[in-house]
């Protein structure tokens, strides 16, 4: 069975603290990873990745894809209260059928910045 | 632009009685998916559609549960009986398949507690 594995659970740092966070997969066929951060409400969509080794980046937060090693890392730096949420890691195969953006997610890491 | 819709945005309710949730996605978007988030399993998927037909329901906890999509701009979810154990907030989501592109972007969520 597809599966997608987050660590740490949990995170506690200080503002100004760099984070990473961290995504394992197994899955059959991949064809992308996404992150999302969920705050109070829905998961919004920060990242997808499909090569590997070819980083994203927008403002502070960046990613990049090792698809030998089936993994993928979330980079925060110079935290701020405002970067506290969960983030969601999740993995899209690549179905025989269709592509049709079944997406597996993982549990999550929730991320707390102190002040 | 309007992104997915639900209602209701809180629901309390006895067991035993029916709850249907609503969803609109985003105009134009082909793929709609339910998901549950509890904090034991985190987000989970429940079940999908393609198109207005659905492609895959072994998500769905059992037969309490059925989902219906009428229409490219309409999805419900029904749960009957509702149990307590039902109690969770749920997620629609939608997407437009398009290889590469077909990000899923998340409604409001439906908080759901049945006592």
């Known amino acids: 069975e597809d599966k997608v594995v987050q660590s740490p659970l949990s995170l506690v740092v200080h503002e100004g603290d760099t984070v990473t966070l961290n995504c394992s997969y197994e899955v059959t066929n991949f064809r992308s990873l996404l992150w999302y951060k969920q705050e109070k409400k829905a998961p919004t969509f920060l990242f997808m990745l499909t090569s590997s080794g070819i980083e994203k980046k927008s403002g502070r937060l960046s990613s990049i894809l090792d698809k030998k090693e089936l993994f993928s890392i979330l980079n925060i730096t110079a935290t701020q209260t405002g970067d506290s949420a969960i983030y969601l890691c999740a993995v899209e195969p690549r179905t025989l059928l269709s592509t049709l953006g079944r997406l597996y997610f993982g549990r999550g890491t929730q991320l707390t910045v102190w002040p | 632009d309007a992104g997915v819709i639900q209602s209701p945005r809180h629901e309390v309710t006895e067991m035993g009685q029916e709850v249907t949730l609503r969803c609109k996605p985003i105009?134009?978007?082909?793929?709609l998916f339910w998901y549950r988030q509890t904090m034991m399993r985190g987000l989970e998927l429940l079940i999908y559609?393609?198109?207005?037909?659905?492609?895959?329901d072994s998500g769905m906890p059992e037969d309490r549960f059925s989902a219906k999509m009428p229409n490219a701009s309409f999805s419900t979810l029904k749960i009957q009986p509702s149990e307590p154990r039902d109690s969770a907030v749920y997620f629609c989501a939608s997407s437009f398949e398009l290889a590469g592109t077909d990000t899923q972007y998340f409604g409001p969520g439906t908080r759901l507690t049945v006592l």
């Open positions: 105009s134009g978007h082909n793929s």
């Open positions: 559609f393609n198109n207005n037909v659905p492609i895959d």
